[in-house]
Every structure is written in C-alpha cells, then in structure tokens.
C-alpha cells in the first residue's frame, strides 16, 4: 500500500516553478513527488553531496556511517517505499546485535527490524536524487519577493533562481529562520518553537581483533550515547570501522570544542567499555543532529505567500519522518 494520492489521469498538471532548499530526505522526497505531478523543481544543497544526515564517509579502507545509524519502516507508505529499495539493492536489512550498557533497565532492546543503505547509507536517496535538478555546493542565503515571484539568491550575491511560484526549505529550523529574514509566513512561530541538539561524531578505525560480542550499543553514562561497528553491516569495509555519537546533552555542553579534542574524550570513552584499542579516527560535527522538542507540526505550508518548510523535525525525529514530511508537504503543496 502506497500513501494515499490522487490518480494520475485525473490530478491536472502542476504548472508551477518551484525551488526546494536543501537535499536531504525530506527535500528529495518532496521535490521527486512534486515532479511527478507536474511541477518544474530545482534543488539547491549547500554540500557537495545529497542525503543530509543519512551520511557516509569514505575511509581508507570503505565507507562509515556517520549520521542516520539504521531506519525502519513501520507505516505502509514508508515500507512499500523500502521494500522497492530492497528489489533495486539499495537497501537492506541489519540484523545486529545491539545491547545495552550502563542502563539500569537490564531488558534486551526491541527486536525491530533495521535496514540500512548498500553499499553505503547514501544510496535510496542518490539514487532518487539522479532524476532531479539538484545543484550542489550552493549555499541560498536570501529570497526575495517579487512582482513576478521569489527570486532565491546565494551567499556570494548571485541570483540563482527566479520567477518561482513557490519555496520549499527543507533544512533545519534555525536556518530556516535566517532564510526567512523579514518574510513571516503564517508558520513562521512554529519553527521558532523548534529545538534542535547537536551531536559530536567520531568515526574510529580500530585493530582487527574485535572482541565485544556485539555490534553496537546504547550507551547510558559518560559522553557516549552510541556505538556501532560498521564492519557488521553488509557491504561496509571488513575492517572494523566504530561510530561513536556523544549525547545530546554533552554535545551541547562541549559544541565549540575542536575535533581533535572531541576525539580523545570519546575514544577513551570508547575503549573504557569495550577494551578495543583505536589506532586512527576522523570526527565530525552534527550541529542539528534531532529535535528535542516533542511538539510535531507537520510538513508547514503558507499558500498565500507560496512558502513551505518541512523536515524530520516536523514529524518526528528519524528517516521515516523525514520522508513522511516530504512526502505530505508536496501534497499540501501540489494542492
């Protein structure tokens, strides 16, 4: 079962110019679905790849994850969506074994089941991406209205689109404000409410020898919230490859902190509950890692201004909310 949609023979055609900011999986799957019904869409991505926080990083010996660790699928549209994924080889599922430490609750986590992209976790959304006219490493610091509609223009002062019917921002809820600047659409107090945390990453070569007896694990104390082998998910490097996500809170507490810095607490963290020597590690920082706040809006839409926002923050905080909220702004859009 696919999301409920006007069939195709009877929708009229989407006759209209539209720019969607940012190529995550909330701004791909509203701009894919919004070509489909008609519209003329442009993506603009401020990075130099697509799939925002459902992130891979090459390493000399293969790719790590170091955003989005797994999703799944639990409503129809969503897995209909994932088993097509799975027919293509783009995805398929994790069946790790992930444990607890340092819980007081001692019972198992969930049995759910977990996919992941293949051979990295970039590939659903590159591969929805090659039908679209995505322009990358574009950073939109501006729009503007106009007699003959929005003119989005980049940070270095060059107008890269212009006579747009409508604006989808599909980016994270402080950058969507700085967008926005003067302009107030009527959601524009919803997002102002949005919280979101940060999350300091690290991506940790380790030796061969591997001995914990699991392939990934909440973390409850210390720094760590997170760890995971990549080596145990399909078409990953077979040299073990840990991602290590600190919490939000102290990630919040230590954001200005330099990534060699960074590295070292969350290594020796690391090492303190699995005894895995590290020999080599790269870090990253997420600076809008998930929402905080528990009050879900849905995808936003100000049809007398022609501006949308959407995003996982929207409707929940994981990769199926991420593609529920695009899906459902480009209908809302669409109509």
């Not at 090459?58 to 969506?81: I, K, N, P, V």
């Not at 599909?170 to 102002?192: K, M, N, R």
């Not at 590690?281 to 049809?303: I, K, M, Q």
Request: charge should be neutral; proline fraction near 5%.
């Amino acid at each position: 079962m696919t999301p409920h949609r006007t069939p195709q023979w009877q929708r009229k055609p989407l006759k209209r110019k539209v720019v969607v900011v940012g190529a995550g999986t909330a701004g791909l799957t509203c701009a894919a679905r919004l070509k489909e019904i008609g519209a003329e869409v442009v993506v603009f991505e401020k990075s130099r790849g697509v799939s925002g926080r459902m992130a891979s990083r090459r390493m000399e010996h293969g790719f790590c994850d170091h955003g989005a660790q797994y999703f799944t699928a639990r409503s129809d549209g969503f897995g209909s969506l994932v088993s097509r994924w799975q027919v293509l080889g783009l995805v398929t599922p994790w069946n790790a074994r992930i444990v607890k430490i340092g819980f007081s609750d001692e019972s198992p986590v969930r049995e759910t089941q977990r996919f992941i992209g293949v051979p990295r976790m970039t590939s659903p959304m590159s591969m929805l991406s090659e039908g679209l006219d995505v322009r990358l490493n574009i950073r939109i610091a501006k729009i503007e209205q106009m007699a003959g509609g929005w003119s989005v223009i980049d940070e270095s002062g060059e107008t890269r689109a212009t006579g747009i019917d409508q604006i989808v921002l599909a980016i994270p809820p402080a950058q969507t404000l700085q967008l926005l600047g003067a302009h107030s659409p009527s959601w524009w107090e919803q997002v102002a409410r949005v919280r979101m945390a940060p999350c300091w990453t690290v991506m940790a070569t380790v030796r061969q020898t591997d001995q914990t007896g699991f392939d990934a694990a909440f973390v409850a104390n210390g720094p760590l919230a997170w760890v995971a082998n990549n080596a145990t998910k399909p078409g990953r490097t077979p040299l073990p490859v840990w991602t290590l996500h600190a919490s939000a809170e102290w990630s919040t507490q230590h954001i200005d902190r330099s990534g060699e810095e960074v590295s070292l607490e969350l290594i020796q963290a690391f090492e303190e509950i699995t005894s895995v020597k590290v020999i080599e590690s790269v870090s990253h920082r997420w600076l809008y890692a998930r929402a905080v706040d528990e009050t879900r809006y849905g995808p936003l839409w100000d049809p007398s201004m022609g501006l949308a926002a959407c995003g996982d923050w929207a409707m929940g905080d994981n990769v199926e909310a991420a593609w529920r909220s695009g899906w459902e702004c480009a209908e809302r859009v669409s109509q």
